[in-house]
Protein backbone atom coordinates (compact mmCIF):
# COMPACT_ATOMS: atom_id res chain seq x y z
CA UNK A 1 0.00 0.00 0.00
CA UNK A 2 1.01 3.57 -0.22
CA UNK A 3 0.41 6.67 0.92
CA UNK A 4 -0.73 9.82 -1.02
CA UNK A 5 -0.87 13.75 0.24
CA UNK A 6 -1.55 15.96 -1.96
CA UNK A 7 -0.94 20.12 -1.83
CA UNK A 8 -1.35 22.98 -3.94
CA UNK A 9 -4.90 23.47 -3.99
CA UNK A 10 -6.63 26.67 -4.17
CA UNK A 11 -8.89 29.95 -5.68
CA UNK A 12 -7.75 31.16 -8.86
CA UNK A 13 -9.12 33.53 -11.78
CA UNK A 14 -10.17 31.88 -15.01
CA UNK A 15 -7.43 31.64 -17.18
CA UNK A 16 -4.75 31.49 -14.41
CA UNK A 17 -2.53 28.38 -13.19
CA UNK A 18 -1.85 25.80 -10.28
CA UNK A 19 0.23 23.40 -9.73
CA UNK A 20 -0.65 20.22 -7.27
CA UNK A 21 1.97 17.85 -5.84
CA UNK A 22 1.75 14.51 -5.09
CA UNK A 23 3.88 13.42 -2.23
CA UNK A 24 4.27 9.38 -2.27
CA UNK A 25 5.33 7.20 0.46
CA UNK A 26 5.15 2.76 1.46
CA UNK A 27 6.13 1.84 -2.38
CA UNK A 28 8.85 2.43 -5.14
CA UNK A 29 7.59 5.24 -6.75
CA UNK A 30 9.18 4.54 -10.13
CA UNK A 31 7.56 1.47 -10.28
CA UNK A 32 3.84 2.49 -10.64
CA UNK A 33 1.51 4.55 -12.20
CA UNK A 34 0.29 7.67 -10.82
CA UNK A 35 -3.27 9.01 -11.81
CA UNK A 36 -5.11 11.99 -11.10
CA UNK A 37 -8.90 12.82 -10.98
CA UNK A 38 -11.17 15.55 -9.50
CA UNK A 39 -14.63 15.36 -8.57
CA UNK A 40 -17.10 18.44 -9.05
CA UNK A 41 -19.82 18.38 -6.36
CA UNK A 42 -23.14 16.79 -7.35
CA UNK A 43 -21.11 15.00 -10.12
CA UNK A 44 -19.11 11.65 -10.51
CA UNK A 45 -15.61 11.30 -10.27
CA UNK A 46 -13.54 12.00 -13.05
CA UNK A 47 -10.31 11.30 -15.18
CA UNK A 48 -8.04 13.93 -15.51
CA UNK A 49 -4.72 12.25 -16.35
CA UNK A 50 -2.02 9.66 -15.52
CA UNK A 51 1.70 9.26 -16.13
CA UNK A 52 3.22 6.11 -16.39
CA UNK A 53 6.59 4.51 -17.35
CA UNK A 54 9.15 7.20 -16.48
CA UNK A 55 7.21 9.71 -18.71
CA UNK A 56 4.60 8.31 -20.94
CA UNK A 57 1.62 10.16 -20.20
CA UNK A 58 -2.58 10.06 -21.35
CA UNK A 59 -5.29 12.89 -20.82
CA UNK A 60 -8.81 13.34 -20.80
CA UNK A 61 -9.86 15.57 -23.73
CA UNK A 62 -11.45 18.27 -21.34
CA UNK A 63 -7.79 18.83 -20.19
CA UNK A 64 -5.33 17.78 -23.10
CA UNK A 65 -2.86 20.85 -23.58
CA UNK A 66 -4.01 22.88 -20.39
CA UNK A 67 -2.52 20.41 -18.09
CA UNK A 68 0.42 18.39 -17.71
CA UNK A 69 1.54 15.49 -15.37
CA UNK A 70 5.04 15.45 -14.13
CA UNK A 71 7.13 13.13 -11.65
CA UNK A 72 10.18 13.65 -9.59
CA UNK A 73 11.13 10.10 -9.13
CA UNK A 74 14.14 11.20 -6.39
CA UNK A 75 11.21 13.33 -4.53
CA UNK A 76 8.67 10.53 -4.82
CA UNK A 77 6.24 13.10 -6.35
CA UNK A 78 3.89 13.47 -8.67
CA UNK A 79 3.19 17.30 -10.05
CA UNK A 80 -0.50 18.29 -12.03
CA UNK A 81 0.62 21.72 -13.97
CA UNK A 82 -2.81 23.24 -14.58
CA UNK A 83 -2.89 26.26 -16.82
CA UNK A 84 -5.66 28.23 -18.67
CA UNK A 85 -7.75 27.28 -15.98
CA UNK A 86 -11.45 27.27 -16.43
CA UNK A 87 -14.73 28.04 -14.01
CA UNK A 88 -15.74 23.76 -14.94
CA UNK A 89 -12.22 22.97 -13.23
CA UNK A 90 -13.33 23.87 -10.33
CA UNK A 91 -13.35 20.43 -8.20
CA UNK A 92 -11.69 18.39 -5.58
CA UNK A 93 -8.84 16.86 -7.12
CA UNK A 94 -7.30 13.72 -6.12
CA UNK A 95 -4.05 11.79 -7.09
CA UNK A 96 -4.21 7.49 -7.26
CA UNK A 97 -1.86 4.99 -7.98
CA UNK A 98 -2.03 1.47 -9.67
CA UNK A 99 0.82 -1.46 -10.79
CA UNK A 100 1.31 -1.45 -13.78
CA UNK A 101 1.33 0.79 -16.95
CA UNK A 102 -0.97 2.24 -19.41
CA UNK A 103 -3.41 5.09 -20.48
CA UNK A 104 -5.77 3.70 -17.45
CA UNK A 105 -8.87 5.92 -17.33
CA UNK A 106 -10.98 3.82 -15.01
CA UNK A 107 -10.76 4.28 -11.04
CA UNK A 108 -11.68 1.06 -10.23
CA UNK A 109 -8.06 0.16 -11.78
CA UNK A 110 -6.11 2.20 -8.66
CA UNK A 111 -5.95 1.36 -5.24
CA UNK A 112 -4.60 3.87 -3.10
CA UNK A 113 -5.85 7.25 -2.70
CA UNK A 114 -4.44 10.64 -1.62
CA UNK A 115 -7.36 12.89 0.70
CA UNK A 116 -8.08 15.52 -2.27
CA UNK A 117 -7.21 19.16 -2.67
CA UNK A 118 -10.36 21.94 -3.38
CA UNK A 119 -9.07 23.84 -6.46
CA UNK A 120 -11.84 26.99 -7.18
CA UNK A 121 -11.64 28.73 -10.32
CA UNK A 122 -13.28 31.63 -10.38
CA UNK A 123 -14.77 33.78 -13.96
Known amino acids: QVQLVESGGGLVQAGGSLRLSCAAS????????MGWFRQAPGKEREFVGV???????YYADSVKVRFTISRDNAKNTAYLQMSSLKPEDTAVYYC?????????????????WGQGTQVTVSS
Open 26 to 33: GRTFSSYS
Open 51 to 57: SWNGGST
Open 96 to 112: ATRRGAGAAANALLYDS
